[in-house]
């Protein structure tokens, strides 16, 4: 397992929640903010994985586990609930949740799409009604909804994914624009294609296709996605970050 080189004591005294925590990138960004002092709460749809990510982060720096699905509304409040009243406070939600498959549109059933639509935006959605009302009370904190580049560029075979993580970039910077007077920054990171359990859903040939046209010539690591996340849930770091989105991709995007 790789670690990360993030700053020692930049999320000192922080406590953040994790959604998707067990695997991949959120895994990686959950240890990332461990490393920086912060206090975790993890969350999975994935019970078991999750104990061994809770347990590979620093000691006395997992603040709970919680087998939670993010298309579960009640489930969504009462976990929230329930680790604000443990915590005190969540300074920093971090929505990493995902699913991806490849389909080509003409054969896609509206089941397929609505499924997408539920896990990767709904979820953002639902985690947010339910944290940021404890932010605004708190007099503040940080929100980091992880999209995709392809919700910026699009993705063939993927029209239900593109357009939830496009929905999850308007969904940030509406949030951000409605609560950053209340000390609550909303931010979304896109990365690029990382080397995690969620592509093997992928074909063979668009993995090959993607790799070719990336300018750096190689797919990223979810432990080079995590700093970034750190990043906008620090201060000073991520103080000036609203409405965002970062993009650590490769090169796949480009802004101007
Ligand atoms: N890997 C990539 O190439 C890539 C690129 C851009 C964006 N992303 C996004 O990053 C996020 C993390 O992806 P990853 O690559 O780490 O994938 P991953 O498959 O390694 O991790 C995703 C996690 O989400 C969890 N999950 C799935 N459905 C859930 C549900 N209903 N409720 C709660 N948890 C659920 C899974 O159990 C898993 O642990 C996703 O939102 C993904 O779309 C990934």
Redesign the pocket.
Known sequence: MTTTTTPAGALAGKVALV??????????IARAYAEAGADVVL????GD??ARTAASLPAGRAAGEYA?????AERVRATVDDAVARHGRIDALV??????TEVPLVEMDPATWDRML???LR?VFLTCRYTVPHMIAAGGGRVIN?????GQKGGEGLTH?SAA?AGAIGFTKALAREVSRHGVLVNA????????????GLSPEWKAAKGAELPLGR??R?EE?APTAVLLASDPGGNLYIGQTLGP?SGDVMHS
């Open positions: 959604t998707g925590a067990a695997s991949g990138i959120g895994a990686a969350t999975d749809l994935d994985r999750l939670l699905d993010v298309t579960d929505n990493c949740a995902g699913i991806l539920d896990v990767d979820s992880v999209a995709s580049q392809l994914y993580k990171i896109a990365p690029g294609p990382i080397e995690t359990p969620l592509i093997d797919f990223g979810a996605v991709n």
